[in-house]
C-alpha cells in the first residue's frame, strides 16, 4: 500500500518536471527547477502537490478496500537559493540540494498540523504564483534558525467557487481584525468564513 502511495505522487513529480531527491519514510521530497533550470518551476512544484491532493483521494479509497485507514498528508513548498550538486563521501555520495532554503520548505510541511491545512507555502513562491493559483494568507510564523517571522499560505487551487471566495474574503477580513487585535470582529469574520 505505502508503495502504491509513493508511486503515485513519484509519477506526478516526474510529470511536473520535477527531480525526486529522496524518500524520507512515507514522505517524498522534491526539487523543482534543478538539475536543470525551469522557468516555471514555481508552478511546477504548486501543481504537483495540488494534484497530489486530487490523486490522494483515490489512493484513501484503495486502502480502505484493503482494510487500512488511508493516509493524510501536509506539502511545504518554498522557493530560493539552495546549494545543488553530488555531496557525500568519495564513495557513496548522493545528488541533492542543501541550505536554509530547503529546511524551511520541510518546516512548512509540518506546519500544517497546525493549521489542518494540507499544502503551505512561503511568501517567496506565492509572489511567484499568485497570479496563476489560488492561496489565502495564513498566519506569520517562527521557525528554527530565523529571526523574522515567515509569512505563510494555504494554496487552494487553480479556480474556487463564487462561496469558496467569499469565505476567502471573509477570511481575509478577519485576519486583518485579528493582527489589529480587535478579536471579537475577528471572531465574527472567521465564523463567517466557516461557511454553512
Not at 77 to 83: A, F, Q, S
Not at 107 to 135: A, F, H, P, Q, V
Request: aromatic fraction near 10%; charge should be negative.
Amino acid at each position: 500500500l505505502l508503495n502504491l502511495y509513493l508511486t503515485e505522487m513519484t509519477n506526478i513529480v516526474f510529470e511536473q518536471n520535477g527531480m525526486l531527491d529522496k524518500y524520507v519514510g512515507d514522505e517524498l521530497m522534491a526539487v523543482y527547477g534543478a538539475p536543470l533550470h525551469t522557468p516555471n518551476h514555481p508552478i511546477d512544484a504548486c501543481t504537483s502537490a495540488l494534484l497530489m491532493m486530487e490523486k490522494l483521494k483515490e489512493v484513501q479509497a484503495t486502502w480502505a478496500k484493503e482494510g487500512a485507514e488511508g493516509p493524510n498528508i501536509g506539502i511545504g513548498l518554498h522557493t530560493g537559493e539552495m546549494v545543488v550538486g553530488n555531496m557525500g563521501s568519495s564513495t557513496i555520495f548522493d545528488y541533492t540540494v542543501i541550505g536554509d532554503n530547503v529546511n524551511l520548505g520541510a518546516r512548512l510541511e509540518g506546519t500544517n498540523k497546525e493549521y489542518k491545512t494540507n499544502i503551505i507555502t512561503s511568501e517567496e513562491t506565492y509572489m511567484l504564483i499568485k497570479e496563476k493559483i489560488i492561496c489565502r494568507p495564513l498566519d506569520y510564523i517562527r521557525v528554527r534558525g530565523k529571526f523574522e517571522p515567515v509569512q505563510i499560505y494555504e494554496v487552494c487551487g487553480f479556480t474556487i467557487s463564487d462561496d469558496q471566495k467569499r469565505n476567502l474574503e471573509w477570511f481575509a477580513k478577519g485576519l486583518e481584525w485579528y493582527r489589529k487585535m480587535q478579536w471579537s470582529k475577528a471572531i465574527e469574520m472567521f465564523e463567517k468564513a466557516k461557511g454553512d
